[in-house]
């Protein structure tokens, strides 16, 4: 899991660090609002833990921007010393998704980002057989069909199109798909992205005349999205039992 880590306490962060990067997870540190927003308007991440007292800036600003600038789709777990349900009811109406009240502890805070991003990559659902369109992916048997036709894919190939597809509408980076996909292997670049993409495109056969656009976003990554004018894509993809 990519993680942003917005925290001012130095001490603070780096113990938060050790504990998630113990975990398996790749983390990026901020001490400041500016420097935060900077990081993730030219990266992707999964999740986004956000301190409320900064420097700069305070957290419930940095939330508003984050929902404004169409983040909506990555969870933000707010951590802070305020305690107060005012202070709680605040955080989560300007778009916080969980709330932790700091001294943190270890085993908590990982349950409950695990569970963020559970609930945000299936949308609510631990089903594994998802459709968008024609298009049908199943996690479990780890096949992808177009109108019933099943798709030849190779391991990796599947894994970054599942990876695209519950992110549909987001700009990944090409260092999120690669940690995501490849894992942190220092024998992989950016160049393999790009040519398993491309494979991809023409094997899925993600196009405009089928309603789908697999674009390259210059200078940071990748997006897929509904190319057809009918509406949000979310709207057509369903969960099957």
């Known amino acids: 899991m990519r993680i942003a880590l917005l925290e001012d306490d130095g001490h603070q962060a780096e ?42 800036t305070d957290g419930l600003s940095v939330l508003k921007w984050v929902r ?10 707010f951590v802070t010393q305020r305690d107060s349900e005012e ?30 991003v559970r609930r945000a990559s299936s949308g609510g659902s631990t089903d594994s057989e998802l459709i968008f369109g ?23 190939e599947f894994e970054l199109a599942l990876f695209l597809f519950r992110n549909i509408g987001r ?10 996909v490849w894992g942190r292997s220092p024998k992989v670049n950016t160049r393999t992205v790009d040519t398993h993409v491309s494979r991809l495109r023409n094997k899925l056969q993600l196009y405009p005349e089928r309603g789908w656009k697999l674009t390259a976003i210059y200078q940071h990554g990748y997006r897929l ?3 057809s004018s009918s509406g949000d894509v979310s709207a057509n993809a369903a969960v099957m039992h």
């Open 15 to 56: 113990i938060v660090r050790l504990w998630l990067e113990a975990a398996g997870n790749d983390i990026q540190h901020f001490a400041t609002g500016q420097s935060f927003l900077a990081g993730i308007s030219h990266e992707s991440f999964d999740l986004f833990i956000v301190d409320w007292m900064l420097p700069d």
């Open 87 to 116: 202070d709680i009811v605040q955080a989560l109406e300007h778009g916080a998704d969980d709330y932790m009240i700091k001294p943190v502890k270890q085993m908590e805070l990982l349950a409950r980002l695990n569970a963020l």
């Open 171 to 180: 700009v990944l980076s090409r260092g999120h798909i690669l940690e995501t």
């Open 68 to 77: 404004e600038q169409k983040h909506d789709r990555v969870p933000v777990l």
């Open 134 to 156: 024609e298009y049908k992916v199943d996690s479990s048997s780890r096949h992808i069909t177009f109108a019933g036709d099943q798709i030849d894919l190779t391991n990796k």
């Open 225 to 227: 999205e509904q190319a």
